[in-house]
């Protein structure tokens, strides 16, 4: 007589943390990076600027940066084996940002903005990229 039961299948891979992390502080970055995108060009429109084309540039120009840290946390959800380094060099360039702030007064936004970082650069460094997953 046949098992009423399905036989149980091992899920194709197992769930990778480090991935999942590496993936959601790439786009927790990325939501960021828009939200400051939306914040300068209303800032435009409310308060004008002497250098218009300078403030829509700079908003085009870290829009760029937020669709590559969207794509670094889809193909690391995806099981890529590449977004290790691009996220680490992103991660490792946001440490000298975050001790800019620290210098600056902004002691609280650049712990966040190094703590983050950090994760980032953790995450990336224990996920498994091999390419026999």
Do not use: K
């Not at 000298?96 to 650049?110: E, F, I, K, S, Y």
Request: charged share 10%; net charge neutral; hydrophobic share 55%.
């Amino acid at each position: 007589m046949p098992s009423p039961l399905p036989p149980e299948t091992p899920s194709s891979q197992p769930v990778d943390r480090a991935r999942l992390v590496a993936s959601g502080v790439s786009v927790v970055q990325a939501v960021f990076l828009l939200g400051f995108c939306v914040f300068s060009l209303y800032e435009l429109t409310q308060h004008g600027s002497d250098d218009a084309a300078r403030v829509v540039t700079e908003a085009l120009l870290v829009a760029v940066f937020a669709a590559g840290l969207l794509a670094l946390g889809h193909f690391w959800v995806r099981g890529a084996n590449w977004p290790n380094t691009p996220t680490i060099v992103w991660n490792a360039l946001l440490l000298p940002v975050a001790w800019g702030l620290v210098q600056g007064g902004r002691t609280a936004v650049g712990l966040v903005v190094g703590a983050v970082a950090l994760v980032g650069i953790g995450a990336a460094v224990l996920a498994d990229t091999s390419s026999a997953r």
